[in-house]
């Protein structure tokens, strides 16, 4: 497999690549490589997530059988204070106001009636783009919550614990990450960098 030149190969990072069996293109989102996968005339084409560019420009590639676009998960950063609480979520959404995520994730302030009470922030994401986000996080600096739990079921404990949303808020991935229409993602197959 040949990949195109990449004339800036950091932006590519956490992007996917995609082997249609003739040519390499790159640049794709999670969801774009959905489209692929679904569309009879690429089913059989192979899809690389770009894991890592190294300094000399180096690519590590990991093969991707599967997407996980459709499954969520998240992490759960818990206070037993209300005003510690609100200090995070505020602190988030001006961490992902200026820093934009690298996915589209949703927030939430709520109050935890059930299970071990007190309150949290829940920030919910598509799983595919886990390791991006916990990526993000850590070079934010962000260090909400007495403690932290995450992946799927710490979503699944959030919501059993009967959550009463006191503040929520969305962000979007940065304009350059966002997935695009399906038709324009198979009328451009032939172009070599998708972004």
Same mark, same amino acid.
Do not use: C
């Given at each position: 497999?040949?990949?195109?030149? &990449?004339?800036?190969?950091?932006?590519?990072?956490?992007?996917?690549?995609?082997?249609?069996?003739?040519?390499?293109?790159?640049?794709?989102?999670?969801?774009?490589?959905?489209?692929?996968?679904?569309?009879?005339?690429?089913?059989?084409?192979?899809?690389?997530?770009?894991?890592?560019?190294?300094?000399?420009?180096?690519?590590?590639?990991?093969?991707?059988?599967?997407?996980?676009?459709?499954?969520?998960?998240? &992490?759960?950063?818990?206070?037993?204070?209300?005003?510690?609480?609100?200090?995070?979520?505020?602190?988030?959404?001006?961490?992902?106001?200026?820093?934009?995520?690298?996915?589209?994730?949703?927030?939430?302030?709520?109050?935890?009636?059930?299970?071990?009470?007190?309150?949290?922030?829940?920030?919910?994401?598509?799983?595919?783009?886990?390791?991006?986000?916990?990526?993000?996080?850590?070079?934010?600096?962000?260090?909400?919550?007495?403690?932290?739990?995450?992946?799927?079921?710490?979503?699944?404990?959030?919501?059993?614990?009967?959550?009463?949303?006191?503040?929520?808020?969305?962000?979007?991935?940065?304009?350059?990450?966002?997935?695009?229409?399906?038709?324009?993602? &198979?009328?451009?197959?032939?172009?070599?960098?998708?972004?």
């Amino acid at each position: 497999m040949q990949l195109p030149r &990449l004339p800036d190969p950091g932006r590519y990072s956490g992007l996917y690549a995609f082997d249609f069996g003739d040519h390499v293109s790159v640049g794709y989102t999670a969801e774009e490589i959905e489209v692929l996968l679904r569309a009879p005339a690429y089913a059989a084409g192979r899809a690389y997530k770009i894991r890592r560019i190294q300094p000399d420009g180096s690519i590590e590639l990991i093969g991707v059988s599967r997407i996980r676009t459709r499954d969520t998960e998240g &992490l759960v950063f818990r206070r037993t204070n209300l005003d510690d609480a609100r200090q995070d979520f505020e602190e988030l959404r001006r961490v992902a106001a200026a820093w934009p995520p690298p996915s589209a994730i949703r927030m939430e302030l709520a109050h935890l009636r059930g299970g071990r009470g007190g309150y949290a922030i829940a920030l919910s994401y598509a799983a595919e783009y886990a390791d991006e986000v916990a990526r993000w996080l850590a070079r934010t600096g962000y260090g909400g919550g007495d403690d932290v739990d995450g992946g799927p079921a710490a979503l699944e404990v959030y919501r059993a614990a009967g959550p009463q949303i006191m503040d929520q808020a969305s962000f979007d991935a940065p304009a350059d990450r966002r997935p695009r229409a399906a038709a324009e993602v &198979l009328a451009r197959v032939n172009w070599p960098l998708q972004r």
